[in-house]
C-alpha cells in the first residue's frame, strides 16, 4: 500500500513559478514509478509528467517539455514537479499517482497507476 499527499498548489500569475510536492508512506516508494496527471474543470485527466523508480528515466507531456521538472527524492519518499512559465492554460487540479514496476512501459496511461493522491489546486491567473 501507498498513501500519496499532494502540497504546494495555489494562486500564481501567468509566467511564474511553482513547485508541487507529493509525500509517499510505505516502505515500497522506491520501487514504484510515479507520475503527475492533472484536471481540469469540464476535462479528462492529462498526463503531466512521470518518473521511474530510480530517477533515470522521465517523461513529459509536450504541452509541458521544457517548462516542468519531475524529480523524486527516495530518501525522503517524495516527488516533486517544479513548473515553470505557467500560463492560464495549467489551470487545473494537480494529482500525484504511483505505480509498480510491472505496469508496463506507457508512463503516461493513467490506468497503469495503482495509487492516487487527492490532487492539489493550481490555478494561473492572466
Known amino acids: 500500500q501507498v498513501q500519496l499527499v499532494e502540497s504546494g498548489g495555489g494562486l500564481v500569475q501567468a509566467g511564474g513559478s511553482l513547485r508541487l510536492s507529493c509525500a509517499a508512506s510505505?516502505?515500497?516508494?522506491?520501487?514504484?514509478?510515479m507520475g503527475w496527471f492533472r484536471q481540469a474543470p469540464g476535462k479528462e485527466r492529462e498526463f503531466v509528467a512521470a518518473?521511474?523508480?530510480?530517477?533515470?528515466?522521465?517523461y513529459y507531456a509536450d504541452s509541458v517539455k521544457g517548462r516542468f521538472t519531475i524529480s523524486r527524492d527516495n530518501a525522503k519518499n517524495t516527488v516533486y514537479l517544479q513548473m515553470s512559465r505557467l500560463n492560464p492554460e495549467d489551470t487545473a487540479v494537480y494529482y500525484c499517482?504511483?505505480?509498480?514496476?510491472?505496469?508496463?512501459?506507457?508512463?503516461?496511461?493513467?490506468?497503469?497507476?495503482?495509487?492516487w493522491g487527492q490532487g492539489t489546486q493550481v490555478t494561473v491567473s492572466s
Open positions: 499517482a504511483a505505480r509498480s514496476l510491472y505496469s508496463g512501459s506507457d508512463y503516461s496511461r493513467a490506468g497503469s497507476y495503482d495509487y
Open positions: 510505505g516502505r515500497t516508494f522506491s520501487f514504484h514509478g
Open positions: 518518473i521511474n523508480w530510480n530517477g533515470g528515466s522521465t
